[in-house]
């Protein structure tokens, strides 16, 4: 199955995404990623409506692909 962000742009691994929407991540102590954060490098999971990535704050984060748009 093909991973595809939000606009069904065709998503891979090493894709830089932008978020569009204000996301407070749980269980890292009030942390919120602003929309419009560059996300840079982004690893596929096997299910498509996730990707993993790594942000300043936060190491290891899933993000759901409907959040994301490809920059």
Sequence with gaps: ??????????LSDGD???LIKDLKVK???GVTLKRG???KK????????EIEANVDKVK???LRTEFVKKA
């Design 37 to 39: 954060t560059l996300v």
């Design 27 to 29: 269980g890292s102590g």
């Design 60 to 62: 290891g984060l899933v």
């Design 16 to 18: 830089n995404v932008t």
């Design 42 to 49: 982004i690893r596929l999971t096997g299910d498509p409506d």
């Design 1 to 10: 199955m093909d991973t595809r962000d939000s606009n069904g742009a065709l």
